[in-house]
Nanobody, 122 residues
């Protein structure tokens, strides 16, 4: 089970940190990803991390602004988001899976958190 948290209302240019805590399993063999879905748009990968080696992947919208991180002791992943703008407004989901195919493909992830809403507005 995954529990996402940390969303909220933030002003443009602000920052947020999302957390994804796993229970019932450990991330150690998994890839953890953060996806987001804005109203009327498809769910897209924001960032992902291969837990065991720490390799990271960022979608174009996240590069240079967002950082994905992990804390194995806490079995928790994070998404640090800086320089937020209105285009970042969405429900953010964390997910985990044994990703053998495309890391951006949501069907590669079989465990999903409930989503946390991020609203960027003045």
């Amino acid at each position: 089970q995954l529990q996402a948290s940390g969303g909220g209302l933030v002003q443009p240019g602000g920052s947020l940190r999302l957390s994804c805590a796993a229970s019932g399993f450990t991330f150690s063999s998994y890839t953890m990803g953060w996806f987001r879905q804005a109203p009327g748009k498809e769910r897209q990968l924001v960032a992902a991390i291969r837990w065991s080696g720490g390799d990271t992947f960022y979608g174009d919208s996240a590069k240079g602004r967002f950082t994905i991180a992990r804390d194995s002791a806490k079995n928790t992943g994070y998404l640090h988001m800086n320089s937020l703008n209105s285009d970042d407004t969405a429900v953010y989901y964390c997910a985990a899976g044994i990703v053998a195919g495309r890391i951006t493909n949501s069907i590669e992830y079989d465990s999903w958190g409930q989503g946390t809403l991020v609203t960027v507005s003045s």
